[in-house]
Structure formats: C-alpha cells, structure tokens
C-alpha cells in the first residue's frame, strides 16, 4: 500500500516552505477530513487530503497558498475538468496557424452572461456539478464547432 510511488512523493512535506495565504480550515470534498496544505514536486502549493494516500482529495492553490475554488467531490472535479477543456477549446486554436473563435477574456465574458454569473463566481473551480453540465450544454449549443472537436478528441482522454 506504501510502496506505490505515490507516497515518497508526499514526504517532501515534512519541509513545507511557509505559504503566507494558506488555510487550515478547508474539508476535503471527498470524505469531509480536512485538507492541509502541502507543497508539490514543482514547489508549488496544493491542498491534499489529510489521510493521504487512504483518500487523494486535493484541491488547487495559488502561489501564494490561497485556495482556488471550493473542494468537489470526485464526480465535481471531474465534471469541472471536462467543462474546462470544453471551454478552452472556445479561445484556444485546435491546431497551430488556426485562428481562435476568441480571446480568453471574450469566453469568459460570454460564459458569464451565460449561466448570469458574476466575475468571482464564474471559475470552473467553484462550479457544481450541475453548473458544469450547464456550460458544456451552452458550449454545444452555441458552438457546435467546438462539440466535433470534442468528439474528435472524445475517445483518448483518458478521463
Ligand atoms: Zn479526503
């Protein structure tokens, strides 16, 4: 169970760098035990669960140790990463030399006026479940473009 790999990894957390902005009161979003905040390989701020490896919850972090979003069960975070490769296809280029449907700021902005979000709360970060199927579902709708990249994409995400 130790000797998965995984683990050694976690032990550079017996010297964390102080992260001035972390928390200490955020619940992990798949068994409610709380998550601490641990440095990464890269030396960048994360949260994970505090029964690593018994629970993998982890949630993202900013530089400074603030916490990106709210944490989501398994099944959220999977839906806020599907949503948000479906929204970068919006703005990024699907091959190199191919011009964008628009800039990142203008997907935003679209997305926002969209779901009638304000700018804090439109992060895929924050969103729920629900939320995510919701803007994959106007993505679709209004840039079918976008839904036969995807399903060109669809089969090796591994996801
Ligand atoms: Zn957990």
């Keep these: ?6 683990s050694e990894d976690v032990s550079i957390t017996d010297f964390i760098p102080p ?11 798949d068994c ?3 998550l601490v905040c641990r440095e990464s390989k890269e030396g960048r701020p994360f949260y994970g669960c505090s029964t690593f490896p018994g629970c993998r919850g982890t949630l993202g972090a900013l530089p400074d140790g603030r916490p990106i979003g709210i944490p989501g069960d398994k099944a959220t975070r999977k839906a806020r990463i599907e949503a948000h490769r479906f929204f970068d296809m919006l703005w990024k280029p699907a091959s190199e030399g191919e011009k964008p449907r628009m800039s990142r700021n203008q997907a935003y902005a679209w997305m926002r ?8 709360e ?3 970060g924050k969103f729920s479940q629900k939320q995510c199927e919701e803007a994959v579902r106007l993505i679709k709708i209004s840039y079918p473009g976008v839904r036969t990249m995807w399903d ?8």
């Design 113 to 120: 006026k969209k779901l009638k979000m304000s700018e804090s």
């Design 152 to 159: 060109r994409l669809g089969d090796d995400d591994g996801i």
């Design 19 to 29: 992260f001035p902005a972390a928390v200490h009161d955020l619940k992990c979003g």
């Design 122 to 124: 439109a992060h895929f």
């Design 1 to 6: 169970m130790v000797s998965d790999g995984v």
């Design 32 to 34: 409610g035990e709380p």
